[in-house]
C-alpha cells in the first residue's frame, strides 16, 4: 500500500532563518505531489505542484520554493523566512493518471507546523 | 475558475444529532467534488467524492453527500452525529475534462459535537 511521510512534524523557525520540509511517498511510481498551507481560518492554498522530476509549477507568488530531486521526493525551502511563512504544511500525492472514476483523487501526509517568531 | 463556499465556519450539533454541513460549488465544466475531513494536527482524509455516476454518494464513517446540479450544492450529511465526528471539514472542487486536475478547497467547517 501507499504511504506519505512528511518531516520534521512541527518547527519553530525565527525570521530569517532558511527551511526544508520534506515529503516522500511509498508504494507507487510516478505520483503528482502537492504542497498546500493552511492558515488559520483559511482553508487550504495549493502552492506548488509537481508532474515529474524536477517538474514544479507554482500556484502563488511567494517567499518558498520547492523541488522534486527525485520521483517519490518533494522538498519545500525557503531561503529566509518571515512572520507570514507561519502555518500548517501538507504535502499531497495523487496517482498519475485518474483511474476508473476520472477524478484525481489527493491523499494527504500528517502536515508540518511552522512557527516563525 | 472552479471554487467552493462552505456556508458556516462553525457547526454545533447533539450528540445523536442530524449533521448538515453546506457546500456551494462553482465551476464553469462538470464538476469532481469531494469531503475531506481533518482531526486535530492531522493531514486530510478523503470522506467521499462525487465523480458523476451517481448523484447520491455514499462515504466512510456513515457520511453521505447529494450533487444537486439545479442548486450547485454538494452538502454532506450524517443522520446521527457521533462525539468522534468532531473534526474540520472541507469541500473541494476540481473540473472534468482539464488537463490537469488542480483540488480547490473551501475554507472548511468546524463540526463541534456536544454530549
Known amino acids: 500500500s501507499q504511504t506519505i511521510h512528511q518531516w520534521p512534524a512541527t518547527l519553530v523557525q525565527p525570521v530569517g532563518s532558511p527551511l526544508s520540509l520534506e515529503c516522500t511517498v511509498e508504494g507507487t511510481s510516478n505520483p503528482n505531489l502537492y504542497w498546500y498551507r493552511q492558515a488559520a481560518g483559511r482553508g487550504l492554498q495549493l502552492l506548488f505542484y509537481?508532474?515529474?522530476?524536477?517538474?514544479i509549477s507554482s500556484e502563488v507568488p511567494q517567499n518558498l520554493s520547492a523541488s522534486r530531486p527525485q520521483d517519490r521526493q518533494f522538498i519545500l525551502s525557503s531561503k529566509k523566512l518571515l512572520l507570514s511563512d507561519s502555518g500548517f504544511y501538507l504535502c499531497?500525492?495523487?496517482?498519475?493518471?485518474?483511474?476508473?472514476?476520472?477524478?484525481?483523487?489527493?491523499?494527504f501526509g500528517a502536515g508540518s507546523r511552522l512557527t516563525v517568531l | 475558475a472552479q471554487s467552493v463556499t462552505q456556508l458556516g465556519s462553525h457547526v454545533s450539533v447533539s450528540e445523536g444529532a442530524l449533521v448538515l454541513l453546506r457546500c456551494n460549488y462553482s465551476?464553469?465544466?462538470?464538476?469532481?467534488l469531494f469531503w475531506y475531513v481533518q482531526y486535530p494536527n492531522q493531514g486530510l482524509q478523503l470522506l467521499l467524492k462525487?465523480?458523476?455516476?451517481?448523484?447520491l454518494v455514499k462515504g466512510i464513517n456513515g457520511f453521505e453527500a447529494e450533487f444537486k446540479k439545479s442548486e450547485t450544492s454538494f452538502h454532506l450529511t450524517k443522520p446521527s452525529a457521533h462525539m468522534s465526528d468532531a473534526a474540520e471539514y472541507f469541500c473541494a472542487v476540481s473540473e472534468m475534462n482539464t488537463g490537469f486536475q488542480k483540488l480547490v478547497f473551501g475554507t472548511g467547517t468546524r463540526l463541534l459535537v456536544s454530549p
Open positions: 509537481s508532474v515529474g522530476i524536477g517538474q
Open positions: 462525487y465523480t458523476s455516476a451517481a448523484t
Open positions: 499531497a500525492w495523487s496517482p498519475r493518471g485518474t483511474g476508473s472514476s476520472g477524478a484525481n483523487v489527493l491523499t
Open positions: 465551476s464553469s465544466v462538470p464538476p469532481y
